[in-house]
């Protein structure tokens, strides 16, 4: 028998479990646990763990070679995104889970009664840009592997110039930069061949990371937006949706107590993201510099210039889709106290404004997730990476005019 899912991430959870990383257990069997566990220890260990150490081993190999180091270090940073990502998942995985789950039932379900069709209509929404993210951010990242896997799998060697000897040489041409940890002769079939499809694999694997975890990080957030407007058209109708005293006091309640428990969530989803929140964007301002950079060295008219801007948009789109749906988080919040306020409470008994009031006092602190605490996810955040990119750019493209 297999455990429950979330349905609403149903998806993006299935793939990654296929790639080593669940967040709920596969089944109930305890030989099919250890089997997994077997199974994600040597995929982890060939296509995560093992093709990193490559890349790290290629940047020491060519560390005084500056446009060959930030070629690396494009994909480098990007892996070790993907793997803070698989760590947190893997370490918090249980908490996770449960964050899913409470999504799918009360206060989180859509209930007509309070919200009428309305509500079903929010939630179908979130579902419907969460998977739709999952979409959006695996097109430019599928362009940017598959196209420098297909240039690559046509040019099969590159003539390289060695300043040290003035001499040049003809190496065989791989589409990702590594350095393999034992000698191996690469020339010959079927190593080339070999090496070309693990390099393809593995970054494709690691987009596939990226692009499944992001999905269920910022469905989180989006189904945060989605409470928020739920609560806020729960607020604004609770007079017209009761007749009696006792039936008012009773709806009002079940406002507050839907309010703290969207605030407790965010809390938890704080706590638990805000230092891998911090690795993205440091990580993201990094990569978005060095691969302007690597794009600014081609021309136009080069292959490689396609692989590289796709590159690049798909790391401004993963950190764009962070600060806009933060920033969709903490507008939604603040329309709660409108809502209050906005409402029929002034005829209202004591307990009723009172609890009103709470609900307003509460809701004009802005609800707000963070970066390790230091920066506020938001489109502001996302203008001021963008700046910072730009500027380290402007200072790699001095230190090559200087080398050179």
């Not at 149903?10 to 709920?24: C, R």
């Not at 995929?43 to 940047?59: D, R």
């Not at 309010?259 to 911090?278: A, G, Y």
């Not at 906005?342 to 006092?361: L, N």
Request: aromatic content about 14%.
């Amino acid at each position: 028998m297999k455990p429950t899912w979330s349905k609403y991430f149903y998806s993006p959870l299935m793939n990654l479990a296929w790639a080593g990383v669940n967040i709920y257990e596969v089944s109930e069997s305890n030989v099919w646990r250890w089997v997994y566990k077997i199974y994600t220890a040597i995929f982890m260990f060939l296509f995560v763990y093992g093709y990193t150490l490559t890349e790290i081993l290629h940047v020491l190999k060519h560390f005084n070679h500056l446009e060959e180091v930030t070629l690396t270090l494009c994909y480098l940073i990007a892996h070790f995104i993907a793997i803070g990502k698989m760590i947190t998942l893997m370490v918090n995985r249980v908490k996770i889970g449960k964050f899913l789950m409470s999504l799918e039932n009360d206060p989180f379900l859509p209930l007509e009664e309070r919200g009428g069709i309305a509500e079903r209509r929010i939630i179908d929404e979130a579902n419907i840009q969460t998977l739709r993210i999952g979409k959006i951010f695996g097109f430019p990242a599928l362009a940017s592997v598959s196209s420098r896997a297909i240039l690559f799998a046509f040019k099969k060697s590159e003539t390289i110039f060695d300043p040290t000897t003035n001499t040049t040489r003809i190496v065989p041409a791989f589409p990702f930069p590594s350095t393999l940890p034992f000698p191996l002769d690469e020339t010959i079939s079927p190593n080339y061949e070999i090496l070309f499809v693990y390099q393809t694999f593995c970054v494709g694997i690691f987009a596939w990371y990226l692009g499944n975890s992001d999905t269920i990080i910022t469905g989180l957030i989006i189904h945060l937006s989605a409470q928020f407007k739920i609560i806020t058209n729960a607020v604004s109708t609770v007079f017209e949706r009761t007749n009696s005293t006792k039936g008012l006091h009773d709806r009002v309640k079940e406002c507050v107590e839907h309010h703290l428990k969207i605030i407790e969530l965010l809390d938890n989803l704080e706590s638990t993201f805000s230092t891998l929140f911090l690795i993205q964007f440091m990580g993201s301002l990094t990569a978005l510099c060095v691969s302007l950079y690597q794009t600014s060295l081609m021309p136009v008219t080069n292959p490689t210039f396609i692989a590289m801007s796709t590159f690049t948009i798909a790391m401004g789109f993963q950190i764009f889709i962070y600060c806009w749906n933060g920033n969709e988080l903490s507008w939604h919040s603040i329309q709660v106290a409108k809502a209050a306020y906005e409402s029929d409470w002034v005829d209202a008994d004591e307990d009723v404004k009172r609890s009103i009031g709470m609900i307003m006092m509460r809701s004009q602190r802005m609800c707000i997730l963070t970066a390790g605490k230091f920066s506020v996810i938001s489109l502001d955040t996302f203008s001021k990476i963008l700046r910072g990119s730009v500027s380290y750019f402007m200072v790699l493209r001095k230190i090559n005019e200087d080398i050179e």
